[in-house]
């Protein structure tokens, strides 16, 4: 906090500092006439009628009274990371798109509309990297229009928790009447620890094309047909990992190709960058490292590709994924959150 030469807290911020970082101190209740004091750290994202709203990196809003202010100051963006890959959320945005591409797309300035037949909201919500080039209101309306033609809910994805992300747009978002829907990090990390990870990778094979055990032991498989497996095929260069299951092939005629496996994975090759979805094994054999073997031998093959550096989004709430990542180096670079429009 900001501490004068005369040992006094003070306000350094003016609604001029609209999005910028900020640091702020309050009281909990300047009504109770009890000093308790919290701290609160992110992107002031407006200052109206008495009001601060900050945006915290996790996307979580806070609105805060000009008379609970104790002190306040601008603060500079969060350190860069120390280890790990160097990246921007510009980069990152571009490259984690690519490897789930839609099924249909169109533009509204910047903004990327994208569709495909409800498969993940990933999928099936606006990625704005930009100016809509229209108002916000008008442009909202024309997104909540689109999707209602396809008979989708609209949402928006937005980010938050980096240099460059879109605190402003979540802030002005909620303003206009979208809610938050669910979060999910995206994490980075060095690909070769993972490469060397030790683990049973010899029982891993990999695959250019679905197949449809790989499919059935995919979570999300139903309904979707073709759109899902157009959006799993997406990508520049893309992998599938399976581990077959202990007594393949299956008893009912089913070939090795089509019985279920133990566990798969998908890795999608851009650049330097490899991304890593769809890690899933089956209850049965969890608790065995096939999980780790189907991501070290998708991270070998995407070093023999030339690639440096990994990615992953995992949903906030999800501890035991997170967990398995911090084990193989990734650390969050930023958050994004699906918003969608209250219903009128």
């Known amino acids: 906090m900001e501490i004068t030469g005369a040992g006094r807290l003070e306000v350094r911020i003016t609604p001029h500092d ?15 006439g009890v000093e308790k004091f919290t701290d609160t750290i992110g992107v002031l994202t407006s200052w109206d009628k008495g009001v601060l709203l900050i945006t915290r990196k996790t996307g979580e809003s806070v609105h805060i009274p000009e008379s609970a202010l104790v002190a306040g100051k601008v603060v500079p963006p969060a350190p860069a990371r120390r280890r790990g890959p160097a990246a921007n959320f510009a980069e990152l945005a571009r490259v984690t798109a690519r490897a789930w591409q839609p099924v249909e797309s169109d533009r509204l300035g910047d903004w990327q509309l994208r569709a495909s037949a409800g498969f ?9 990297l930009g100016d809509p080039g229209l108002p916000l209101p008008e442009a909202l309306a024309r997104v909540r229009g689109w ?6 809910p609209a949402y928006i994805q937005a980010s938050t928790g980096a240099a460059g992300t879109q605190e402003r747009l979540c802030a002005d978002l909620e303003a206009h009447g979208w809610q938050r829907e669910v979060s999910a990090l995206v994490r980075i ?19 250019r094309d679905l197949d449809e055990g790989w499919l059935r032991r995919y979570q999300r498989t139903g309904r979707y047909g073709d759109a899902m497996r157009k959006v799993l095929s997406s990508g520049p260069s893309v992998w599938f990992a399976s581990v077959p299951a202990p007594d393949e092939p ?10 279920v496996p133990a566990a798969i994975g998908r890795c999608v090759v851009d650049g ?15 608790r065995q490292g096939l999980g780790t073997a189907v991501m070290t031998a998708l991270a070998q ?13 995992v949903e906030a709430d999800n501890a035991g994924a997170r967990a398995l990542y911090d084990g193989m180096g990734f650390a969050t670079h930023h958050s994004y959150h699906h918003f969608r429009p209250q219903a009128l």
């Open 18 to 32: 609209v999005g910028k970082r900020v640091s702020i101190r309050r009281l909990t209740d300047p009504a109770a």
């Open 120 to 128: 993940t909201r990933r999928a099936n919500s606006v990625l704005p």
């Open 147 to 152: 999707y209602e033609e396809r008979g989708l």
């Open 189 to 207: 990390g060095a690909l070769t620890p993972i490469a060397d990870q030790v683990a049973p990778v010899e029982r891993v094979r990999l695959a």
């Open 250 to 259: 299956s008893a009912d005629g089913r070939t090795a190709e089509d019985a």
């Open 272 to 286: 330097r960058w490899a991304g890593f979805m769809a890690v899933e094994t089956a209850p049965e054999h969890r």
């Open 301 to 313: 093959r995407a070093l023999e590709e030339g690639a440096s550096a990994a990615w992953l989004q």
